[in-house]
């Protein structure tokens, strides 16, 4: 006769298997309470993976760069008044350049030389940060700039992403030039993305970048005292434009929140 035998390891105790269940329930609960931080925030240039210290320091670039442009955006008329060599090393802006061409060139000597260099090395002193971010984040980098951005935005950037596919650092050229849309941490990202060398990137860049200035430095020699004449009319009302500027950023800011907030409660 044949007798009923309990398993290998004994019988199996219900309240201890039980227990082994809600412990493994309890640790599983426990993970998810532990999860890190960029595991639920949604929209990372580098994806759901932890991030390193290179993806940190250059994602802190990036929104510094955010913060610095909107500082200097109420600040932008005021420099208006600033004497040329000023402006330059600031924003080494083309309204610069025309400046110094007509009031510095006239006085002969090498100062607007110097300032001229300077402008070139001030307008590209921050366009190494995306060509990192694409080194790093990849097609990450182009999403993470567009993603709340408007159609036209958007399209504007495939625009300049594809020319910049197509013809490479060559597609520098294209961000220096006036009122095309061709968004330049677009090209920047794009040339880091392809591999292009950051000696490659900056050489290009920096020659770009003199050229156009040394073209609105002549224009300014040519056209000379109207320039100025302009110029200073515009830095007489320069607080008023600087005032708007700022009704403009924090009016724009809270329309898209009430907006954001909006779509938000239609979803739910």
């Known amino acids: 006769m044949t007798s009923r035998e309990d398993p290998p390891n004994g019988p199996v105790d219900p309240e201890a298997e039980q227990a082994e269940t809600s412990g493994d ?6 993970a998810d309470d532990e999860k890190e931080w960029w595991e639920d925030v949604k929209g990372l240039p580098w994806g759901q993976r932890r991030p390193t210290r290179a993806d940190l320091g250059c994602l802190f670039a990036i929104m510094g760069l955010g913060l610095y442009g909107l500082a200097m955006l109420p600040l932008r008329p005021l420099l208006l008044t600033a004497p040329p060599f000023v402006q330059a090393l600031v924003t080494g802006s ?6 110094v061409g007509a009031e510095n060139v006239p006085q002969g000597g090498w100062l607007w030389i110097v300032t001229m260099l300077i402008a070139t090395l001030s307008i590209v002193k921050f366009d190494w940060i995306y060509w990192w971010a694409g080194r790093l984040w990849g097609q990450g980098l182009i999403d993470y700039l567009m993603g709340q951005r408007s159609e036209r935005a958007k399209r504007n950037a495939a625009r300049a992403e594809k020319l910049t596919n197509k013809y490479s650092s060559l597609a520098l050229f294209l961000t220096y030039v006036p009122l095309l849309p061709i968004p330049g941490p677009i090209v920047y990202g794009v040339l880091g993305i392809a591999g292009t060398s950051l000696r490659k990137f900056l050489i290009t860049d920096l020659i770009f970048a003199l050229l156009t200035r040394a073209v609105y430095v002549y224009l300014g020699w040519r056209i000379g005292e109207p320039v100025v004449v302009v110029l200073q009319k515009i830095g007489d009302y320069s607080w008023y434009l600087s005032i708007a500027l700022l009704i403009g950023v924090f009016a724009t800011y809270f329309w898209r929140s009430r907006k954001k907030v909006d779509e938000t409660a239609d979803k739910e």
Request: overall charge positive; charged content about 35%; proline content about 0%.
């Open 25 to 30: 329930a309890r640790s599983e609960t426990k």
């Open 94 to 99: 083309s309204i610069a350049m025309v400046r």
